[in-house]
C-alpha cells in the first residue's frame, strides 16, 4: 500500500475564495438533500396545510380581509418558513455546533463568513424552491391564478420571510448552545409564534390580541402576504408588517452573530 | 539533533514559533508564557497531563482560540495578521474530529480538498483513498466507520493540501496497538517527506518512539524542552524523580516526577 499522506515542503499558498465558497456550498447542499427532515419541513409540510386548509376551513381567511387561495397559500409558506428555521436550520447548527463539524472547518482557511453564509444561502435557496412548489400545488388545488406581478412579489416576501425566520434561529442558536436545548426552545417557540399569530389575527381572542399579532412574526408575514396579494388595497397592517419583518431581521442577527459561538463548550 | 532528525534533516529554521504565549478563559490561564520553536523536519511531542493546557496551546496556534498574549507565526506568518494564510500552510488533526454526519467519505475528502485549494478528481480522490486502505468505503459515512479507519481518514485530510506543519491533538487515543504502529509509521513516513509535526500525547512510549524534542507542560507553563534522552539524562538526579522512580529512570518517571502524582481530571 503506498501512502499517499505525505508532506511536501514548499508551503502552501491561501487557496481562492471561489473554490473554498463553490466546495462548502456543495458539502452544504448535499447535507440539506439528503436530510429527510429538511425536505419533509420544507415542501410536505406546507403542502399538507394547503390540502388541509381546503378541506377544513373552506379558504375562510385569518388576517382581515386576506382569505381563499392567498390566504392558504400564505399560511403554507409561513409554516414552512417558519419550520425550516425555527427547527431545521437551528438545530442543525446547533448538532454540528455540538459534534466538532465547525471548529473542524475553522481549522481549514475558509473565512467564518463563508462557513455560515453558505449555510444561510442553501437554506434561503431552499426557501424559494419550497415557495414555488407551494405556489404551484396551491394554485392547482384552490384553482386560483396569480399575475407575474403578484408572483414575483410572493417570492420576495418570502425571500424577506425566510430571512427573517432565519435570523431568529440564529439567534436561538446564538443565546443557547445546547443542541438539545435548542431543540426543545424552537419547538416551544414555534407553537407559541404560530397560536399567538394565527389566533391573533384572525380577532378570536380580541383586538389588543390582534394588535400584538400584527407584530409578531407570524402575524408580520401574513400580513405582509395579504398585501403583496392585493396591492390595491395594501395598507397601514401591511406596512406594520414589513416594518416588524425588517426589525426581526435586524434584531435576530445582531444576536445571532454577536453571540454566536462556534463551540459549543 | 537526535539520530532520528539528523537522519531525516532537520532543519535550524524554526516552522512554527512560538513567543510568550497567553491563553486565558475568563479568569483562568489555560497557558502562561509558553514559547518554543519547532523545527522543519522535525517531530516534536507536547505532554502533560490532563487540563495541563495541550489543546490550548495547540487551539492558539490553530487559531481556534485567541490568544491573551505572545505570538504565533507558521513558516514566518503571524496567525493574529494573517490567520487564513497561516491555516493554510497547517494540516490539523482535531482530538476529536467530526465531519458532516450526512456525507459520505469521498464527500468529504472533495470538501476540504476544495477548502484547502487543491482541485481532485473523482478519480484523484478515489486514489487518495485508497492509500489509506479505505477503497471499499467510498460511499460510507465517517461515522460509520472503525476507529483506526476514522483516524487514517482524518490524517489524510489533515495533510490533503501538503502543509509544512502538521497538528495533531492526540492523534493515537483510543486506537488498538496495531493501529497505533501504523499511524507511528504514517507519522514518520511525513517527516522523511520533509513535513514538521507537532503532536500532543498521553503515551511517554509513543514521544520516545517518534518525537525528536519534547516538552512537559501543566498548569499552563512548559516546565522543560529536550530530546526524550536528554529529559531523562536531564532530569536524572531530580529528587521529585528518583521518588518516584521505579528502577531505571524513564520518561514516564521524570514526567510524573514533574508533574506530580495527583490524578487530573
Same mark, same amino acid.
Not at chain 2, 21 to 36: F, I, K, M, P
Not at chain 2, 48 to 57: C, I, M
Given at each position: ?7 511536501? !515542503? ?5 487557496? +481562492?475564495? &471561489? ?48 382569505? *381563499? ?6 399560511? +403554507? ?53 419550497? /415557495? @414555488? ?13 396569480? $399575475? ?9 416576501? =418570502? ?21 438539545? @436545548? ?14 399567538? &399569530?394565527?389566533? &391573533? ?6 383586538? %389588543? ?6 407584530? $409578531? ?22 406596512? %406594520? ?25 | ?11 535550524? !529554521? ?19 508564557? @509558553? ?12 505532554? *502533560? ?7 490550548? !496551546?495547540? =487551539?492558539?496556534?490553530? *487559531? ?21 494564510? +497561516? #491555516? ?8 476529536? =474530529? ?23 478528481? #473523482? ?19 465517517? #461515522?460509520?466507520?472503525? *476507529? ?5 481518514? =482524518? ?16 492523534? %493515537? ?27 500532543? /500525547? ?7 518512539? @517518534? ?55
Amino acid at each position: 500500500m503506498t501512502d499517499s499522506t505525505a508532506i511536501a !515542503t514548499p508551503g502552501s499558498a491561501r487557496p +481562492a475564495i &471561489g473554490l473554498i465558497f463553490g466546495s462548502l456550498l456543495r458539502a452544504d447542499f448535499t447535507v440539506l438533500f439528503r436530510s429527510s427532515r429538511t425536505l419533509l419541513l420544507n415542501v410536505a409540510l406546507p403542502i399538507f396545510i394547503l390540502v388541509l386548509i381546503d378541506t377544513r376551513t373552506g379558504n375562510k381567511g385569518g388576517a382581515a380581509g386576506f382569505s *381563499g387561495a392567498g390566504f392558504a397559500i400564505g399560511l +403554507a409558506l409561513t409554516y414552512g418558513l417558519m419550520s425550516s428555521s425555527l427547527i431545521g436550520y437551528s438545530l442543525s447548527v446547533a448538532r454540528d455546533r455540538e459534534a466538532g463539524v465547525f471548529q473542524r472547518l475553522r481549522v481549514t482557511p475558509a473565512p467564518t463568513w463563508a462557513i455560515m453564509t453558505s449555510r444561510l444561502l442553501v437554506q434561503i435557496v431552499l426557501d424559494l424552491l419550497m /415557495t @414555488v412548489i407551494v405556489v404551484i400545488v396551491g394554485t392547482i388545488i384552490h384553482n386560483q391564478n396569480f $399575475t407575474v406581478g403578484e408572483l414575483l412579489l410572493l417570492v420576495c416576501a =418570502s425571500i424577506a420571510g425566510g430571512a427573517m425566520f432565519l435570523a431568529i434561529a440564529q439567534a436561538l442558536v446564538g443565546l443557547v448552545r445546547s443542541a438539545s @436545548v435548542v431543540n426543545a426552545v424552537g419547538r416551544v417557540l414555534y407553537v407559541i409564534l404560530l397560536l399567538l &399569530g394565527l389566533l &391573533g389575527s384572525s380577532g378570536l381572542l380580541g383586538i %389588543t390580541v390582534k394588535d400584538i399579532s400584527d407584530w $409578531t412574526p407570524v402575524g408580520a408575514m401574513i400580513n405582509v402576504y395579504a398585501g403583496v396579494l392585493d396591492l390595491a388595497h395594501w395598507g397601514s397592517t401591511a406596512t %406594520t408588517g414589513l416594518i416588524a419583518m425588517a426589525a426581526y431581521i435586524v434584531i435576530g442577527a445582531f444576536i445571532g452573530i454577536r453571540w454566536f459561538r462556534w463551540d459549543s463548550r | 539533533m537526535t539520530e532520528k532528525s539528523k537522519q531525516a534533516g532537520v532543519g535550524a !529554521t524554526p516552522i512554527l514559533d512560538v513567543r510568550d504565549l497567553v491563553v486565558r478563559y475568563g479568569q483562568r490561564t489555560a497557558v502562561d508564557n @509558553v514559547s518554543l520553536e519547532i523545527r522543519r523536519g522535525e517531530i516534536f511531542g507536547l505532554l *502533560g497531563p490532563n487540563g495541563a493546557g495541550k489543546t490550548s !496551546t495547540l =487551539s492558539a496556534i490553530e *487559531g481556534l482560540v485567541k490568544p491573551s498574549g505572545g505570538t504565533v507565526s507558521v513558516d514566518g506568518i503571524d496567525i493574529q495578521r494573517d490567520p487564513l494564510a +497561516a #491555516k493554510a500552510r497547517l494540516g490539523v488533526q482535531l482530538q476529536a =474530529s467530526s465531519f458532516q454526519s450526512e456525507l459520505a467519505i469521498e464527500q468529504i475528502v472533495r470538501l476540504y480538498a476544495g477548502l484547502y485549494g487543491v482541485s481532485m478528481t #473523482k478519480q484523484q480522490i478515489a486514489d487518495r483513498i485508497r492509500t489509506i486502505g479505505l477503497d471499499g468505503e467510498l460511499g460510507k459515512r465517517f #461515522k460509520s466507520l472503525s *476507529g483506526g479507519q476514522q483516524q487514517r481518514l =482524518s490524517l489524510l485530510i489533515a495533510v490533503i493540501h501538503e502543509p509544512v506543519l502538521l497538528l495533531l491533538d492526540e492523534p %493515537t487515543a483510543g486506537l488498538d496497538p496495531q493501529s497505533r504502529r501504523q499511524l507511528w509509521d504514517r507519522i514518520e513516513n511525513l517527516r522523511t517527506a520533509g513535513g514538521s509535526i507537532l503532536l500532543t /500525547t498521553h503515551s511517554m512510549e509513543e514521544a520516545e518512539a @517518534v518525537c525528536d524534542r519534547v516538552a512537559i507542560i501543566d498548569h499552563g507553563k512548559l516546565l522543560t524542552v529536550d530530546t526524550p534522552a536528554g529529559l531523562i539524562a536531564q532530569h536524572r538526579n531530580d529528587p521529585r524523580v528518583t521518588k518516584v522512580a521505579r528502577g531505571k529512570i524513564t520518561l514516564e518517571d521524570v514526567f510524573i516526577g514533574l508533574t506530580g502524582s495527583e490524578i487530573r481530571d
